[in-house]
């Protein structure tokens, strides 16, 4: 695990990976602005600041345990751990974000499952992935098939196995989460040199209206469901709005005996 960090930590210094790294970057800082609550955790990827824009008064960022001495220069580390065993009790975190961690894990099922876990009902998961049906996805598969051949090198050094936007959708529904938002990024070719990717900027504003599920990205926000579980908190504004609502009073005029 420790050669397949560190091969990362170079990848993302290529133009090709802070072309990624922007484009994610831009898509955590606008899901988790508005997200509430009090306990928030990053999966991964120091190079992303997955939190920075997120209120939560107790923020955390962590990777896996076993690339601990690859990532010792990684000030940002708060603890080291297994993704699939996070020292949290269940039900105890409002917010996970998971930048490529499930790409990383050696079992993506279990790690997806822990962050079920430890997720209050009704908190979120923020996900990234690459999508293996985009051209990034293709040139990293001949490049794996070359390699074997002993020819040139891998497209995504140290890169896990790629999983689908849709399988990654079918997994969070068996675990009861309900997608909020999905998207798709990262429309320009593999390619290494900084000049051909200016060049190609033109199809990240095309990608996303011509062919928007071969983005190389994606982006997903999930929801925890709880089944059987109902939220009160409508029902508590509705009673608040009533009783503030006036109510007409009517006066009765009693005739008293000296009337008559």
Known sequence: MSDQIIGLQEWFQSPAGAYLLEWEQAQLDEAVADLFGYHALQLGVPELQALRTNRMPHRWFTIQESAEQAGKQCAVVDFYTDFTALPFPANSMDLLVLPHALEFSPDPHAALREVERVLVPEGK????????????????????????LGWGRVFLPGWGDLIGYWRLRDWLRLLSFEVEAGRFGCYRPAVDSPEWLHRFAWLDRIGGRWWPIFGAA???????????????????????KRSAAAVPVTQQTHKTRNEN
């Open 218 to 240: 994606y982006f997903v926000v999930a929801t925890k469901r709880v089944r059987g579980m109902r939220l009160l908190g409508g029902a508590w504004k509705a009673a608040a």
């Open 125 to 148: 998961a923020v996900i990234c992935g690459l999508n293996p049906a985009s051209l990034w996805g293709w040139r990293q598969r001949r490049s794996r098939w070359y390699q074997r």
